[in-house]
């Protein structure tokens, strides 16, 4: 395992996870974490679907990363392609 990979292999296991859902008309995921590499691997998961599929990402500050950084990993939003929640308090 490769930290400096690691948001790229959780973005492959969302991908593999909405293939896995089989369904035609998939028109959102949604990736729940409290770790910068979970907003990462979302954030790249939908850049890689390009506006395919709405990606949501709710982080959750649960006490190891402040609410603050992970908002700046998210970045803005996007409707309908990126959106983003950061919780403050998990």
């Given amino acids: 395992?490769?930290?400096?990979?690691?948001y790229l292999d959780r973005g492959e296991q969302i991908a593999i996870a909405a293939r896995r859902c089989n369904h035609p008309d998939l028109k959102?995921?949604?990736?729940?974490?409290?770790?910068?590499?979970?907003?990462?691997?979302?954030?790249a998961f939908s850049e890689k679907m390009n506006g395919k599929i709405c990606v949501g990402c709710v982080g959750v500050a649960t006490g190891s990363y402040p609410a603050d950084e992970l908002k700046e990993l998210a970045g803005?939003?996007?409707p309908g392609i990126w959106e983003p929640v950061i919780l403050e308090k998990g």
């Avoid at 395992?1 to 690691?6: I, Q």
């Avoid at 995921?29 to 910068?36: L, N």
């Fill in 28 to 43: 959102r995921v949604v990736h729940v974490g409290d770790a910068p590499a979970d907003i990462l691997a979302a954030k």
């Fill in 1 to 6: 395992l490769n930290p400096k990979r690691n």
């Fill in 76 to 78: 803005e939003p996007i």
